[in-house]
């Protein structure tokens, strides 16, 4: 694990934070679920290129997939 990896976990990890409590709150399952992913995936997921592309469709997909 690297310095790259470490922020970028960091960084999705609070956005994934963000997503989970907006989802609880609004009762909303996609925002909850998206949270929970992307709090745990940095740790499942090599490489920056790797983290940064699954980061971005977990932060996009509460957007694209409305229940």
């Known amino acids: 694990m690297n310095a790259t990896s470490l922020v ?3 960084f999705t990890g ?3 934070m963000g997503y989970f409590i907006y989802g609880k709150r609004q009762a ?3 925002p ?3 949270g929970m992913i992307l709090c ?3 740790y499942f ?3 920056a290129v790797k983290l940064v592309l699954v980061g ?3 932060m996009a ?3 694209l997939i409305d229940f």
């Open 56 to 58: 971005v469709a977990l």
């Open 28 to 30: 909303k399952f996609v």
């Open 14 to 16: 609070a956005i994934g």
């Open 40 to 42: 745990i995936y940095p």
């Open 32 to 34: 909850l679920i998206a």
């Open 45 to 47: 997921v090599d490489g």
């Open 61 to 63: 997909a509460p957007f």
């Open 8 to 10: 970028i976990g960091l």
